[in-house]
């Protein structure tokens, strides 16, 4: 009987019993946030974040780095071989102009 009458009367004040539950929630809340051991894991996390942070930064310089440096490393061989096809083309009209030259000498 008396369970029942608790029951009916929170029933019908259902409002503020969630308002004092969220008091309740904040109180305990405030106090678990406070603690050094929340503090404490807290600072460990960000600090671990940072590093993490570093080393992607440290990681993508590199990465940035080895990129430049290949495309130096192809156009220096693009430059190769485009001197190479013009040596090639300068040799070639002169062997065949010494093969008319043997041609109409005969």
């Given at each position: 009987m008396v369970y029942k009458?608790?029951?009916?009367?929170?029933?019908?004040?259902?409002y503020a019993l969630v308002f004092a539950g969220g008091v309740a929630?904040?109180?305990i809340g405030k106090k678990?946030?406070?603690s050094k051991v929340v503090k404490d894991a807290t600072t460990n996390c960000v600090a671990g974040a940072l590093a993490v942070k570093q080393e992607a930064e440290d990681k993508l310089a590199e990465i940035k780095?080895?990129?430049e440096e290949q495309v130096c490393e192809e156009e220096d061989e693009e430059k190769i071989e485009i001197e190479i096809e013009e040596e090639e083309k300068e040799e070639k009209p002169k062997k065949s102009s010494k093969k008319t030259s043997k041609k109409s000498r005969k």
């Amino acid at each position: 009987m008396v369970y029942k009458k608790i029951v009916d009367h929170a029933i019908e004040h259902k409002y503020a019993l969630v308002f004092a539950g969220g008091v309740a929630a904040a109180i305990i809340g405030k106090k678990v946030l406070e603690s050094k051991v929340v503090k404490d894991a807290t600072t460990n996390c960000v600090a671990g974040a940072l590093a993490v942070k570093q080393e992607a930064e440290d990681k993508l310089a590199e990465i940035k780095a080895d990129a430049e440096e290949q495309v130096c490393e192809e156009e220096d061989e693009e430059k190769i071989e485009i001197e190479i096809e013009e040596e090639e083309k300068e040799e070639k009209p002169k062997k065949s102009s010494k093969k008319t030259s043997k041609k109409s000498r005969k």
